[in-house]
């Protein structure tokens, strides 16, 4: 055997020790808790022979309680980056099997050369996490490997996607690169993430509560908004993490990707026309209209559990991909709170960061009243949402169904917030506030004088409803670009985003804004 062939065999030898990670026992362990492994998670994320691995021969360099001897294959953590249907993708997968994926300094390393990567080849980065947190016995240096991942993560923020996947436990303040990420996927019954655990929040506070109820998958979906997407189980998450790539341009500076599209685009919606309830307190499923318009009724709806007031969507229309906000007033009569506006904003930032239309439906009555609101700070929150509208410079198309009102109206992406195209159903109206509340304020002294105070009453909310509450009203002031019938909604809304896809518009120069956070 020549010298290189020898070097080839050892260097062989080395590399399918170090792919062993874990070793069985730890693998077997993995499995039996229905968790697959970091080798296993890439497998199934990137096309078939695709992924190339970097820095798999990096080792920690600790010898601090008894790590000076221990060899951690891969140091925990597999990187690198290969084709996702057929689109470089870049990643990083945590290997619980090897120290618990414990994140030590060269662990990191090996994470902030990934991404490093990504930003330079302007390519997504997606984070398959599973880690014990940082790697106790290294001390300050696993740190300050997290301190560079969020540094990393925040200024590819609006530059790249990234989405992390939380395939596992993940405590203390390593839940904070995924909350600087732009979607953050859980697995039910596997996963958790919490800043302190049900241990320390018993002793400090007294409550108790499990893993899964404080920061499990529908925990994070339903209450605190932090994961954007539940997924059933590994396989899934990763099938739906590629979905949702599919909608997403490589970076601020590609194209957003368009589908083959195989719908109509002269489709008629005339279940549309039936949608909008007799009785103007009865809500109705505004999923329904979106489902209606899209591209065979396909979207990718993330935070489907949370603030479902507000409802935020990825669509394509023949092909394109486009963000849809609408209020949905089966839940809460799709009124505007500080849940539905922090929702609706960060998607609209995401879209206007990669390029990618928004169209708006709205129906809202108003924003929530109450100390609840007042005292959660509804004023900073509502506001972030007309700060993210306004400065969105990307195609902006509004789609009045029924109540818009008030500062909500405005909220909605109204004309003078900006939108470059507003449309209106003739069930819309649009006012100040609702009829009755309308007048029960401007004729309070009237109703009480009159003879008949309830014949009075009926006849001042008429003559307001005739005046306000249809669409023609504000389509003469010029607010409204077109009255349409539902029906015709899929049409419309792709002749109009395709007159405006090459729309540019140019803010004034500054550093950055200050959006209300
Ligand atoms: C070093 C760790 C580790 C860690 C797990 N391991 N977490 N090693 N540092 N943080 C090791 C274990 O010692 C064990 O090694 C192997 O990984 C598997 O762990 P087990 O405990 O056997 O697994 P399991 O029973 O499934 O329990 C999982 C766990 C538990 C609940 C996550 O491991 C755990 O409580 N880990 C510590 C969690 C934590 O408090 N981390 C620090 C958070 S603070 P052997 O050799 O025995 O197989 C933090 C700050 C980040 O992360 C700050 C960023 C700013």
Known sequence: MGLTEDKIKQFEEKKSRLLTMGGEAMIRKQHDLKKLTARERLDLFYDKGTFQEIQLFVKHRSTLFGLGDKEINADGVVTGFGKVNGRTVFAAAQDFTSAGGSLGEMHAKKIWKAMDLAVDARKPFVALNDSGGARIQEGVPALDGYAGIFYRNSIASGYIPQITAIMGPTAGGAVYSPALTDWVFMVKGSSYMYITGPDVIKAVIGEEVTHDELGGAVAHASKSGVCHVVTESDEDCIARIKDLLSYLPDSCH????????????????????????????????????????????????????????????????????????????????????????????????????????????????????????????????????????????????????????????????????????????????????????????????????????????????????????????????????????????????????????????????????????
């Open 254 to 517: 590609s194209p957003v990707p368009v589908a083959a599209c195989t719908d109509s685009a002269d489709r008629e919606c005339p279940e549309l026309d039936k949608i909008i309830p007799d009785k103007p307190t009865r809500g109705y499923d505004m999923k329904k209209v979106v489902a209606a318009i899209a591209d065979n009724g396909i979207m990718f709806e993330p935070h489907e559990l949370w603030a479902k007031n507000m409802l935020v969507a990825f669509i394509r229309v023949m092909g394109q991909t486009v963000g849809v906000i609408a209020n949905n007033s089966r839940n809460d009569a799709g009124v505007l709170d500080t849940k539905a506006s922090d929702k609706a904003s960060r998607f609209i930032r995401f879209c206007d960061a990669f390029n990618i239309p928004l169209l708006t439906f709205a129906d809202v009555p108003g924003y929530m009243p109450g100390t609840n609101q007042e005292w959660s700070g509804i004023i900073s929150h509502g506001a972030k949402l007309l700060h993210a509208y306004s400065e969105a410079t990307v195609p902006k198309l509004t789609v009045v169904t029924r109540k818009d009102y008030g500062g909500a109206y405005i909220g909605m992406c109204s004309k003078y917030l900006g939108a470059d195209y507003v449309m209106a159903w003739p069930s819309a109206e649009i006012a100040v506030m609702g009829a009755e509340g309308a007048c029960n304020i401007v004729y309070r002294r009237q109703i009480s004088a009159a003879e008949d105070p309830v014949s009075r009453r009926r006849e001042l909310v008429c003559s307001y409803e005739e005046q306000f509450n249809n669409p023609y009203f504000a389509a003469g002031m010029g607010i409204i670009e077109e009255i349409i019938a539902p029906r015709e909604t899929r049409k419309r809304v792709i002749a109009v985003l395709d007159a405006l896809k090459d729309k540019k518009q140019v803010r004034i120069e500054k550093k950055h804004n200050n959006i209300p956070l």
